[in-house]
Each structure stands twice: as structure tokens, then as C-alpha cells.
């Protein structure tokens, strides 16, 4: 069940990414031949829509649009990370091919995907706001049922190998009359005995005992979580609109300066890649998620659609951020770039992202035997 889920929630992320795509370049009159869902070899054509065949392929993941002209030749593959997109035809002097139109055009277009993502995490999180979205105090939001609430567990740190989870909401705590994250925090840097927490995940009620130690804080005793006060807030539609706006950009701007920072710790040697998760961890994280109930799992879908965007925009070859690069180049330059050059370009990169894709693959693999 949980890899079905897994597939819906990646068919999803990539459908919104190639649909703006699609639908901004069926805007500016840009002829669109394909729009793929799941990748080839093709099983069946479901209809044609205004000159595109829709179709459906034998793997359940991913997906494609093939914009004619986007590509100097077609055999040139580009990646939106979860999804292959082969754009095919000739620039042709053809008002609805992509090379004859604009830069400010094909810069939207390339982009438009990466807009897709970002709308639909903002329709996730309104949506969450309007059933009821887990958030923490202190955000300027009416919040009631507040617990205090596992957010963050440190890799390979007591309480990993114990078995807490983020999202475990703390129970009990070794007989503390308070289980506020203060207390907490308090008790375990006096205690020198294992500790005895009773969590709450799902409708399960979980006993851990884990044993505090020193190095995870410095000068204190910890088992390798964070805490936080989190209750539920229930909004109006009109505020869910607001509010997930808002709550979208703060989000997108985190996970673009985490990003950022993780970038520049890879390039010095400094990188954690044990928090780099591929496609089978992120089976285990959905897995967990939706064990805690439909409204995490839709916040899950969002934050993975925000970082979507985001590593889409880098300005690597075979990404969407890779050819925008090249369009600015190009409008920089006045001239296009070789077709040899724009193909070994991006067959480079496509291939770089293969490989980093398989490798963290394999460990994610290495790390359930």
C-alpha cells in the first residue's frame, strides 16, 4: 500500500510540473505534440486535446510533455527530477515552434513547471489549514489540542536507534508530572539512567527506553531529538488561502537557504549526505507519514513539491534551471548556442543525475538490509 501511495503522490508532482508546462506554452501558441504520464515505452493513447496526444507508458512514475522546437535535435533527453522529458522536433520557421518565439516566451515556459510545483504545495497546505494542519505555537495562529511533539531525530543518536520518530507525540516521560519540551530537555540533561518515553503515533501507544549521552549537545546529556508545542489549527477558507500562501513562501524560502547551504557544504567537503534521500527512502518517510494520518501525508506532498521546484531551478544542465541558463546566455550572447555544445551539455548532466540517482539509491537500499 505504501508504494501505491508513494506512485500517486510522485504521478502527482510530476503531472502539476508538466502541466505548466503544457498549459503555458499552449498559452503563448507553442505546439505541444505529447504529454506523457509514466514513462516509456507507451502502453496506450488515451485521447488527443487541441493537437496532443495524451498517452499513457508502462512505468508508473514520472512523466513527459515533447514541445515542438524546445530541443535543437531530438535525441537530447532533460530530467525535472522524477520525470524524463524528451522535447522533440526541428526548429522549423514555424510560428508555433519554441525557438522562434521570444526569450521572455521561453523563459516562462521553462519555468512555468516549477510555478506548477509551487501552486500545488500552496493548494496542499490551504487545504491542510481547512481540515486541520499539525502547527506549532508561537506562529500567530489560533491553535488548540497542543502536545508536545517529537520534530526532529538525529541520525544514528540514541533515540534513532531506539526507534523515535518525528511526528511521535510524547505521552509520558519517565514519570515527569510536566512533558513540556523544557522539562524534558531538563530531565534528560540531569538523568544518568535509561528513560522510559511513551509516544503516541497513529492510534499506536509506543514504549521506548532510551539512555542519554554526551557529544549530540555540547556540555549537555541528550538523546537526539527537538521538541516543539504543536496543536492543530483549523482556519475560514478565505484565511487557509492567505495563510498557506504565506505559509508557502516562508516554507520555500527555508528549503531554499537549507538547500543552499547543503550546496555549499558539498563543494568544501563538508556535506552530510546521509540526509540525502532517493526514491526508496522516500517509500520508507511516505510509509511513516501516512501512518500518522492524511493530513501529514499532505503535508509531506507539499514540502517534497517545494524542493522539487527549487532543485529544478538550479542552473545545472538537463534541469529546468540548466536550459533557462542557457536561454540567458543566449539572450546575453545574441546568438544561439552550437547544437553539439547544448547536446553534450545536457547528455552530461542527464547522465550526472542518473548516477548520483542510483547511488543514492543503493545506499538507501544498503541502509534496509
Do not use: C
Request: glycine content about 10%; overall charge negative.
Amino acid at each position: 500500500m505504501t508504494i501505491i501511495i508513494f506512485l500517486i503522490i510522485l504521478s502527482a508532482l510530476v503531472l502539476v510540473h508538466e502541466a505548466g508546462h503544457f498549459f503555458v506554452a499552449k498559452y503563448f501558441s507553442i505546439r505541444v505534440d505529447e504529454f506523457g504520464l509514466g514513462y516509456p515505452p507507451k502502453a496506450k493513447k488515451l485521447f488527443s486535446w487541441k493537437g496532443t496526444d495524451f498517452t499513457l507508458n508502462w512505468l508508473p512514475f514520472g512523466g513527459f510533455v515533447k514541445i515542438f522546437g524546445e530541443n535543437p535535435e531530438e535525441t537530447t533527453p532533460r530530467v525535472t527530477l522524477g520525470s524524463i522529458e524528451s522535447f522533440q522536433g526541428l526548429p522549423l520557421e514555424s510560428s508555433d515552434s519554441f525557438q522562434n518565439k521570444n526569450r521572455g516566451i521561453q523563459s516562462a515556459v521553462l519555468v512555468s513547471g516549477v510555478l506548477g510545483n509551487f501552486i500545488f504545495a500552496w493548494f496542499l497546505i490551504s487545504l491542510g489549514f481547512m481540515i486541520g494542519m499539525p502547527t506549532p505555537e508561537g506562529l500567530s495562529l489560533p491553535v488548540t489540542n497542543s502536545h508536545t511533539v517529537i520534530t526532529e531525530v538525529v541520525p544514528n543518536s540514541p533515540a534513532q536507534l531506539a526507534g523515535l520518530k518525528s511526528g511521535d507525540i510524547v505521552v509520558a516521560f519517565s514519570g515527569l508530572s510536566s512533558v513540556s519540551p523544557e522539562a524534558i530537555m531538563q530531565f534528560i540533561n540531569e538523568s544518568s539512567e535509561p528513560i522510559e518515553v511513551t509516544v503516541s503515533r497513529g492510534s499506536e501507544t509506543i514504549i521506548k527506553t532510551v539512555s542519554p549521552t554526551e557529544g549530540i549537545v555540547e556540555g549537555k546529556r541528550a538523546i537526539g531529538i527537538g521538541m516543539d508545542n504543536v496543536g492543530i489549527a483549523k482556519l475560514s477558507f478565505s484565511r487557509s488561502i492567505i495563510e498557506g500562501f504565506n505559509f508557502t513562501v516562508q516554507l520555500t524560502k527555508a528549503t531554499a537557504v537549507a538547500l543552499g547551504s547543503f550546496i555549499m557544504s558539498a563543494f568544501i567537503g563538508n556535506a552530510d549526505l546521509s540526509q540525502v534521500t532517493g526514491p526508496v527512502g522516500l517509500v520508507g518517510i511516505v510509509g511513516d507519514v501516512s501512518a500518522l494520518g492524511f493530513v501529514y501525508l499532505i503535508s509531506l506532498t507539499a514540502l517534497i513539491s517545494i524542493n522539487l521546484a527549487i532543485i529544478n531551478l538550479l542552473p545545472f544542465p538537463a534541469l529546468d534551471g540548466g536550459r533557462l541558463l542557457f536561454v540567458i546566455i543566449e539572450t546575453i550572447s545574441r546568438k544561439p548556442i552550437p547544437v553539439k555544445v547544448f547536446n553534450v551539455m545536457n547528455n552530461v548532466g542527464f547522465s550526472i543525475l542518473i548516477i548520483l540517482m542510483l547511488l543514492v539509491t543503493f545506499r538507501d537500499i544498503a541502509h534496509l538490509i
